[in-house]
């Protein structure tokens, strides 16, 4: 059984640094992609980073490019997946969820789609304050 923990969210001022960590455990080589999703108060979630578990396809949301490092390792049957977050902003307050999927994505819009991830953490809150 696949489970994703996230943890690592905080309330931070406006330009400071957050780094999350998700652990995705049970893990099969059935499991290709993994990444960070948020979702803002009265908005639909949306993807933020996302990677392939071989590290060799990332893809960021616009909006986080150069702010934002998404990385991971991935020892045994256990995916570890971080996001490095610098130069906060207040509309990057949300709901941050990691999520795994059992697909290859070769397109960043569909890597960044969230409904093409099968499995998703509980989610850990992130307040960037103005």
């Known amino acids: 059984q696949v489970q994703v923990v996230e943890s690592g969210g905080d309330s931070v001022q406006a330009g400071g640094s957050l780094r999350l960590s998700c652990q995705v455990s049970?893990?099969?080589?059935?499991?290709?992609?993994v990444g960070w999703f948020r979702q803002a108060p009265g908005k639909e979630r949306e993807g933020v980073a996302v990677?392939?578990?071989?590290?060799?396809?990332?893809?960021?949301a616009d909006s986080v490019k150069g702010r934002f490092t998404i990385a991971g390792d991935n020892p045994g049957n256990t995916v570890s997946v971080y996001l490095q977050m610098t130069s906060l902003k207040y509309e990057n307050t949300g709901m941050y969820y990691c999520?795994?999927?059992?697909?290859?994505?070769?397109?960043?819009?569909?890597?960044?789609?969230?409904?093409?991830?099968?499995?998703w953490g509980q989610g850990t809150q992130v307040t960037v304050s103005s």
């Open positions: 999520a795994a999927a059992r697909t290859y994505f070769y397109v960043p819009m569909r890597a960044l789609g969230d409904r093409n991830y099968n499995y």
């Open positions: 049970g893990y099969t080589t059935g499991q290709y992609f």
């Open positions: 990677m392939s578990v071989n590290g060799d396809r990332i893809y960021y």
